[in-house]
């Protein structure tokens, strides 16, 4: 984290992922230290690591002196997270900056992980966002997936047993749930779809504006299966 644009994101209650941008470069979990761009081998030393680092900041930038470098392309998706993340007050005023998890780890045993990011509100009530940097018809019912067992792991108390939130009093009430995404490329079926969600799960579309890598801005705001409205915040 002394490196200039270095990310370290809570992966897990002991465990941190650390990326530029959203690009993963090393993960700390359970007092080692593993480190690589796609391909992650253990550290003996902190200086290879902080190397790449510094390197992995220079490509991976808006304004990058190597635009079609592997590293610049990679995962469009996790830079946008990664974008959200930091300014997570445009989503919602109310969340907390902090803890931001992401790409939450499976919880009592549960397979796969809950959405791009897990946020808390200043009232305890969770909310989940699904982050898509491209149009994606399968959007909705991803999320929704997502929703059912995040609504169950948070009625039973599972993400506090997990250590999730500490120091915080986790909402038992189903989360909200936030679909995110460049305004221009949410999918064409995407409000259809919502139209079939019940009344009870709170869903919401968040659009940003086409400069999200270099400031990001909400544009588009829509409550469930309604018609978007058009805004300017950021």
């Known amino acids: 984290r002394l490196e200039e644009g270095v990310e370290a994101v809570a992966a897990a209650p002991a465990e941190w992922s650390l990326r530029v941008n959203g690009l993963e470069f090393a993960r700390c979990r359970d007092g080692a230290l593993w480190w690589g761009v796609f391909r992650q081998r253990r550290a003996a030393s902190l200086a290879p690591v902080r190397a790449l680092a510094r390197q992995l900041a220079r490509i991976r930038c808006p304004e990058s002196p190597e635009p079609r470098h592997e590293w610049r392309t990679a995962r469009p998706e996790a830079w946008l997270e990664s974008v959200l993340r930091r300014s997570i007050g445009l989503v919602d005023p109310l969340l907390l900056p902090e803890p931001v998890y992401s790409q939450v780890s499976a919880v009592e045993g549960a397979a796969r992980g809950i ?59 189903p989360p909200r749930l936030v679909l995110a995404a460049p305004a221009l490329a949410f999918h064409p079926t995407t409000e259809t779809l919502l139209g079939f969600f019940r009344p009870e799960i709170e869903v919401e579309r968040v659009g940003l504006g086409v400069e999200w890598q270099l400031k990001p801005r909400i544009v588009l705001r829509a409550r469930g299966a309604a018609r978007p409205e058009w805004c300017d915040s950021g």
Do not use: M, N
């Open 115 to 173: 959405a791009d990011l897990l946020a808390i509100g200043r009232d305890g009530r969770l909310t989940l966002i699904e982050i898509k940097a491209a149009p994606d018809p399968d959007l909705p019912l991803q999320a929704l997936d997502y929703w059912i067992r995040a609504a169950h792991h948070a009625s039973c108390g599972a993400f506090a047993r997990r250590g999730y939130f500490r120091g915080f009093a986790v909402d038992p009430r």
